[in-house]
């Protein structure tokens, strides 16, 4: 089981390959403990994994980076890991947002003055609100950086909070439960159309929800991180790059990742993660695998269905009372170069119907392979376009047409900006909240994580340590959310309180 075999106290199991389970399994590994992996699919990587067809390699889900730049949480953890840096290319713009029935899009630029002079020919009078974002963000970014564990569930935990304070962290301080739609508001801005749409569609790509919603101490930094010195990434090869790293540096340092391999149950004895059950799902035999510390890098929800009697009622009622989660459609295009525009930006995001809602095709968000980035054959290119659905509705009887239907109006939207005729399509292929849940495991096959809503951001959110001692949380539905950035940061938390204890 690793080079720490036998060693008490020592013996970690980790629930899930995703970004998050696979860094903390690397981490702790590289600080010496016996570290097993076990994932139900054939793949690690869970959302942000890849698969290939016809030549294409398509992303999961995960299409872009962030924390790549020095400092940032993937320096800081292949730096730790002693990995090379993997090959990237900054977003630039790192998104294009084009609005109804307007032809010229909302370019979302890397460069902070090219960016401050965009949103002021786009928004005009607009000013005052991104101005408070960047007064937020830049307190929050340096407390983020001084690794403050959020929320508190021990001693030892609110001491790293408390160290982590500064006197310009008071700044925020006044905005704790304040959303996007309220400062909008107060600032007079609330009746701008154009603005509080490109808003809704940027921060429902993050925090699941519209700015109405959002904690705007979220939003600051959602709003933020695409300029530099920070920025997005657009990764050379797949997003299969980030987890076949990690994976190298896990056996390299005497952990185990098992595949096909499904946890059937967390167990615990008076109140202590004791081990999991796990099942080989290829010969069916199962067995206990026992623990010192069980790190779960699933839903929150996934997780109290693996206690199952054994989730303490509180934290069950609490995940019960969740507000339902996002489902994602996602459409996977191989094909021909002469379908792409000249000058085509890597990601885009379409809104076609100011009367519609910001999902079920009336928005799309959309990234397009560049040349030589290995994901598609010389002359060829990947589209990989997604838009937020409700999930309870793919578990109906008529899911067959439903999936149809959903690909041709994708398509068909699609073609108003991309040449998408007959032959200029290789392959087509359609992902639902159905394909997540059998793929991923998640619960209903939801994706991003809990709604960035103040109820459930920051101090307000589900911690990393949960109830049960010994038992772990980490991914998208901990503290700072979603995104490989997010989840490697949760899983970095976690490597440190366990070696605190």
Not at 281 to 289: P, S
Request: a neutral charge; glycine letters at 10%; one cysteine or more.
């Amino acid at each position: 089981m690793g080079r720490a075999s036998g060693l008490s106290g020592r013996r970690v199991v980790v629930v899930g390959a995703g970004i998050g389970g696979l860094t903390a399994a690397a981490l702790l590994a590289r600080r010496g403990y016996a570290v097993r992996v076990f994932d139900q699919a054939l793949v690690a990587g869970g959302c942000a994994s890849t698969f290939r067809r016809r030549g294409f390699t398509f992303d999961v889900g995960a299409t872009q980076v962030a924390g790549l730049e020095p400092g940032g949480i993937h320096h800081q953890i292949f730096t730790e890991l002693d990995l090379p840096l993997p090959k990237a290319t900054p977003c630039d713009p790192a998104c294009a947002v084009f609005l109804p029935g307007e032809t010229e899009p909302i370019r979302v630029w890397r460069d902070p003055e090219a960016w401050r002079a965009e949103r002021q020919r786009q928004f005009p009078g607009s000013e005052p609100f991104w101005q408070l974002m960047q007064r937020l963000f830049q307190p929050s970014w340096r407390f983020q950086a001084r690794q403050p564990v959020l929320p508190p569930r021990s001693p030892w935990d609110l001491w790293q909070l408390v160290q982590a304070l500064r006197p310009d962290t008071l700044v925020t301080v006044p905005y704790t439960f304040a959303t996007v739609g309220q400062v909008l508001r107060q600032l007079g801005l609330g009746d701008d159309r154009r603005l509080k749409t490109f808003l809704d569609l940027q921060l429902k790509l993050y925090s699941q929800v519209s700015a109405d919603e959002t904690a705007v101490l979220y939003a600051a930094t959602a709003l933020s991180m695409s300029q530099a010195p920070q920025g997005l990434w657009h990764l050379h090869g797949s997003m299969q790059v980030l987890s076949d790293s990690l994976e190298k540096a896990l056996v390299r340092d005497g952990g185990l990742l098992q595949l096909n391999h499904q946890v059937q149950q967390v167990q615990t004895d008076r109140g202590r993660v004791t081990g999991v059950r796990v099942a080989d799902q290829k010969t069916g035999r199962t067995w206990v695998e026992p623990a010192d510390h069980v790190v779960a890098n699933v839903t929150v929800q996934n997780l109290v269905q693996l206690l199952g009697d054994c989730a303490p009622p509180r934290y069950r009622r609490r995940v019960e009372s969740l507000p339902a989660g996002s489902g994602a459609f996602v459409l996977y295009l191989g094909v021909d170069d002469a379908a792409i525009p000249a000058d085509c930006p890597p990601h885009l995001q379409f809104f076609y119907n100011y009367d519609g809602p910001i999902a079920e095709n009336n928005t799309l968000f959309v990234s397009v392979s560049r040349p030589g980035d290995g994901r598609a054959p010389e002359g060829r290119a990947t589209i990989v376009a997604s838009s937020f659905t409700d999930v309870a509705a793919w578990w109906r009887s008529d899911y067959e047409a439903m999936k149809q239907a959903y690909t041709d109006g994708a398509i068909q939207r699609l073609s108003s900006y991309f040449d998408l005729r007959d032959d200029h399509i290789i392959h087509a292929e359609a992902a639902t909240p159905r394909t997540f849940a059998r793929f991923t495991a998640r619960d209903q096959g939801t994706v991003g994580g809990l709604g960035m809503r103040v109820s459930t951001f920051g101090p307000f959110g589900f911690a990393n340590r949960t109830p049960v001692d010994g038992l772990w949380l980490v991914g998208d539905c901990t503290h700072p959310g979603e995104g490989t950035a997010g989840v490697s940061y949760s899983a970095q938390t976690v490597v440190r309180q366990i070696e605190a204890l």
